[in-house]
């Protein structure tokens, strides 16, 4: 048979190889085909097979064409396609095609296009630029510079779920050439968790919802949510500016956490000592209250976080500079 490579994309129910339907000797409905490592040799006893969907030896169609569902190629890779003849050919096969070893034939690559794992999670600071993807990219089969990612509520599903205006201002975002996206602190304002769904410029034109049906893996961005929790004081009195339990958002349980009170921008004004003794007021996940010493003067100031014990350079301890909050 000849080389019969194949490309599809993840989550995308494909056809393998094509219309034509596979080339091979006494071929016949019979047949069977295994999608094995790309490192292994057809015919080895015991080589990586994908088992996802439909299982690990799976059966031609009448037309000699394998029909993999969006459940059979859930992630990115390479695999070779190794097919057994379903009818006895000599001492070549047995006909039975229930063994591994008997998928002896090399018929071509199949290319799965999008991320190789739906587990490659990312963490951020709201408020501070961060990398989607990590150092190292997104692991996977892309087409660089055309491959997009959208961002969604992490309880809805790729495919069928717009993205989220709380995150990236909704919008579709390039992957660069290192697999990887670089957000500005200005798209990631507030806390939150959002799932990374990919589109392969293979598979549509990545300009709608529906063509992003990979699941990458989830962005947790740690921070208060939402970025309106106003509160009222009256100057010279005690006032609780949170409830029992903190401020609300994603990931505010650190002792590291504090605030700090300003009237410029968060990550860059510096604090105002109208208000609040300390320099930064502890928060994290308990009730936040200043008491009338903190409050001498009437005033309206940001309430600035910092998540975690972040730093925004090597110059903070974390949590110890203006530009940490925020």
């Known amino acids: 048979s000849q080389m019969q490579d194949t490309t599809c994309t993840v989550g995308v129910a494909c056809i393998v ?50 029909n993999l569902a969006a459940a059979d190629i859930p992630q990115g890779g390479r695999w070779k396609m190794c097919y057994c003849v379903g009818t006895v050919v ?23 296009l999008g991320p190789s794992q739906a587990t490659q999670d990312s963490t951020c600071t709201a408020g501070a630029a961060c990398i989607v993807g990590g150092l190292q990219g997104f692991q996977g089969e892309f087409t660089k510079f055309e491959d997009k990612v959208g961002l969604i509520p992490s309880s809805s599903a790729c495919g069928v779920t717009a993205p989220d205006s709380n995150v990236a201002l909704g919008q ?67 006032c609780a500016i949170t409830g029992f339990a903190g401020f609300s ?6 002792s590291a956490d504090k605030v700090l009170f300003t009237k410029g921008d968060c990550g860059s004004g510096n604090k105002d000592f109208a208000i609040a003794q300390d320099l930064f007021v502890a928060a994290g996940d308990s009730q936040v209250v200043l008491s009338p010493l903190d409050l001498t003067t009437r005033g309206t100031w940001k309430i600035c976080y910092c998540t975690g014990g972040y730093a925004a350079s090597i110059l903070s301890s974390g949590c110890s500079t203006p530009y940490d909050f925020t």
């Open 172 to 238: 579709f975002l390039q992957l660069s050439w290192l697999g990887k996206v670089e957000l500005s602190g200005a798209q990631v304002m507030k806390g939150g968790q959002w799932s990374v769904c990919f589109c392969s410029a293979n598979h549509g034109d990545c300009d709608s919802f529906e063509d992003f049906t990979a699941l990458g893996g989830t962005l947790t961005v740690q921070g208060p949510s939402p970025n309106t929790q106003n509160v009222d004081c009256s100057a010279g009195s005690s």
């Open 90 to 112: 000599g001492s070549i096969n047995s006909g039975a095609c229930s063994d591994i070893a008997e998928f002896k034939t090399l018929a071509g690559i199949l290319t799965v």
């Open 249 to 254: 958002g994603q990931g505010l349980s650190s």
């Open 17 to 66: 190889p094509g219309t034509a339907g596979f080339a091979a000797q006494s071929k016949s409905n019979s047949d069977k085909l295994a999608l094995i490592d790309k490192y292994a040799a057809c015919g080895d006893s015991s080589p990586t097979v994908l088992s996802t969907g439909s299982g690990s030896l799976r059966p031609v169609d009448s037309d000699i064409q394998l």
